[in-house]
């Protein structure tokens, strides 16, 4: 079966409305799309057909409208529980509706209190079960490897295992599996909710010089202890690193697989993926990139538009091959799967003045990107 139509939106994007003596001159420039529906020209992976699923939206997981058009979006996978603010999330401490400023797992970020009105782990558990989507989850890099277990055996475990997580650098007993496992049956939910994958930490490379020292850039965003690679892979002696998180998180559930905060230029920000690859490409089970293409975006007009819709014939392949070259320097040769789990075509709302993301034209854009 085929399907015919104009495609005059592309035009209106690309051109603007046409005044009414525009409108024959602009005849002879539209195009026809045949869509072909009966023919799978390729298959696409679930994993590519996701959305973040921030915290902050709070009560709208539990909104049934919303849930249902989750659901009948296409959409496979949630990454939650944010970006950034996934460097401020005390998980316990959400799920309890806690919230203590000055402790290490408190509910909220820089003395806020998020305990009454943000998303928790349940909260997400419901609103994943009910749209019949799946998760990314990005842990919070302060944590230590015992609190991570605990989220693991919270989302992945059994009350009946009676392993032990241990006590962490602060002195608080994460005791055993089937204790989180529990919390999560007396929340309402009896059965596991099966998280595979988990990202350690958000941006880590752009820690701010308050908390992650003055080495981190003067403009740093995230609030992560370390923006040195070496450090966040072996941890400090302060704080636990990506090897030691990962054994923890993998001792509880060996099945899942655990992502390495990285960068698509590896010589950005102080070498810092080649210092992630250096230090664990051997064993990582991930690599994590964000490649924005642009922090301001070309100019809204027909010539802006051409750029944006051939950048992804340009980016991908040449952030690719990069990454190759890279594993092959300094990853022994190992060809690591590639995260790309945020993506768009500005990194930055408030960057984007004319809302072209909102646009039918960044619809094209990452359609592209995915074909790409």
């Given at each position: 079966m085929l399907k015919t139509f104009r495609l005059l939106f592309v035009l209106m994007i690309l051109l603007g409305l046409a005044a009414p003596a525009q409108r024959s001159a602009q005849a002879a420039n539209e195009y026809t799309l045949t869509i072909q529906v009966n023919?799978?020209?390729?298959?696409?992976?679930?994993?590519?057909?996701?959305?973040?699923?921030?915290?902050?939206?709070?009560?709208?997981?539990?909104?049934?409208?919303?849930?249902?058009?989750?659901?009948?979006?296409?959409?496979?996978?949630?990454?939650?529980?944010?970006?950034?603010?996934?460097?401020?999330?005390?998980?316990?401490?959400?799920?309890?509706?806690?919230?203590?400023?000055?402790?290490?797992?408190?509910?909220?970020?820089?003395?806020?209190?998020?305990?009454?009105?943000?998303?928790?782990?349940?909260?997400?558990?419901?609103?994943?079960?009910?749209?019949?989507?799946?998760?990314?989850?990005?842990?919070?890099?302060?944590?230590?490897?015992?609190?991570?277990?605990?989220?693991?055996?919270?989302?992945?475990?059994?009350?009946?295992?009676?392993?032990?997580?241990?006590?962490d650098r602060y002195g608080q007993d994460w005791k055993t599996v089937g204790m989180w496992a529990q919390l999560r049956v007396d929340h309402g939910n009896a059965q596991p909710f099966y998280i595979r994958y988990w990202d350690f930490g958000n941006e880590v490379y752009g820690a701010t010089q308050a908390a992650g020292g003055s080495e981190c850039a003067s403009y740093g965003w995230e609030n992560a202890w370390t923006c040195d690679g070496a450090e966040y892979i072996h941890g400090d002696a302060n704080h636990d690193g990506y090897l030691s998180i990962r054994a923890a998180m993998r001792a509880v559930d060996s099945t899942i697989r655990v992502g390495a905060v990285g960068n698509e230029d590896p010589i950005d920000f102080n070498n810092w993926g080649v210092k992630v690859l250096q230090e664990a490409g051997s064993v990582m089970d991930y690599y994590v990139i964000h490649p924005y293409p642009y922090g301001t975006p070309p100019a809204n007009n027909a010539t802006g538009w051409a750029q944006i819709l051939a950048k992804p014939r340009q980016q991908w392949p040449a952030t690719k091959s990069a990454l190759q070259t890279a594993f092959d320097t300094y990853a022994g040769g190992r060809q690591i799967p590639i995260a790309a789990n945020e993506y768009n075509l500005v990194y930055s709302h408030d960057l984007d003045t004319q809302k072209m993301m909102k646009t039918a034209g960044n619809m094209l854009f990452m359609a592209e990107s995915l074909g790409q």
């Open positions: 023919q799978t020209l390729t298959s696409v992976s679930p994993l590519m057909l996701g959305s973040n699923a921030p915290s902050w939206l709070g009560d709208r997981y539990s909104d049934s409208t919303f849930r249902s058009r989750t659901r009948f979006s296409g959409l496979r996978y949630q990454r939650i529980p944010g970006g950034s603010w996934s460097n401020m999330y005390g998980w316990l401490s959400c799920e309890q509706r806690m919230f203590k400023a000055g402790q290490a797992y408190q509910c909220g970020g820089e003395g806020e209190d998020w305990s009454s009105w943000i998303a928790r782990p349940t909260d997400y558990i419901n609103f994943l079960r009910a749209s019949k989507t799946q998760a990314v989850y990005i842990l919070n890099v302060n944590a230590t490897a015992q609190e991570a277990a605990a989220l693991v055996a919270f989302f992945n475990g059994d009350p009946s295992d009676t392993r032990v997580i241990g006590v």
